[in-house]
């Protein structure tokens, strides 16, 4: 099915995510090239709608740059700046993730790998936009308006399930400036970013099979919590649950909360007043893992790709571009319009969901 393609030109600005994007190999070439040649024909529209492009974190695998990196490390972390491409007018946003923070290494080795990368995308592309956010190794949450309607939040949620707190407060006075900068945006319609996801149906969200990716033991401590990594883990509901607190003290619902994590696109809509109207899960840059349907799936599928949302005067569309697992062109597999009040027919489930099985 082809789907039709909005015209852009009355756009007041168009969002990339771009999640885990982290390896190299021909299907994150093949989704970077493809997201190069999608901004191109933005900007290309002259005077047309402001081009932000988010990368959702896990940017650099498998655990981060480290102090002397490797021709390979600068390659994978320069071919998704190249990406952006040469105009001014596009701004590019690196968020961390767990493997930026060097996947599960002390405190310490984490917030220098972040330190590293955030200087060297600083230095990446002189006189261009682009921003590793939040700043200074902190949770943020590090935000800005874009136009006059579109308010970003950018949010390092590794920080939040480690908690280190040195030099950035502490966890609850980061909710609590959370739920001030929601309070003080509710007219505008905001999207919130980080790498972690609220909700999934990918492996960090409990799908995973008994020795799908390994052993039986692998799959017990999947299912048992025990990786922080997870939403089953104590550390992350606690996370997800005060995010919850946050939005509800802020009396302001977010439009979007978009995230990594899990290596699949989900699009999802959520029915309770306390998180964002819709929850995407847009981490296939560069891996691929299983997907099933949760609460409120609209679509979902394991190719690889990224999604785009394009903010125009009377709503916001979404369309999600992937490429099946087992080749062929990035292409548009589904679109919708998103609504914050939800509506009855706002982003109606696909009607054949792709589940990755």
Known sequence: MTLPEPDLRGAEAVLYLVG???EANPARDAVLDHLSREIESVVGLGSGPRVIVAFLGDNLYDAGLPSAPSDEDLEKLGAQVRALGASPHVRGVFLPGNHDWADGASLEDGRAAVARQREWVSQAAPGHDVQFLPDGGC???ASENVGGSLHLVFIDTEWLLRRPEQGCGTALQFYERLAEDLRENRDRRIIIMSHHPMVSGGPHGGNVAPFENGPLVYY?????GANVQDLSSGRYS???ARLQEAIAASGTRPLVHAGGHDHT???IGVEA??????QLVSGAGSKSERSRQVSGTRYATDGFGYMRLDFEAD????TVFAMDVDGGPVRAV???RLSTAGEDGSCPQAPLMDEGS
């Open 334 to 336: 589904f679109a919708c």
């Open 20 to 22: 885990d994007a982290g």
């Open 139 to 141: 949770p943020g949450p």
């Open 273 to 278: 007043p306390d998180g964002p109207a819709y």
């Open 265 to 267: 696109l989900q699009v």
């Open 238 to 240: 606690e996370m997800v």
């Open 220 to 224: 017990l401590v999947r299912k048992s």
């Open 315 to 318: 709503g916001v569309g979404l």
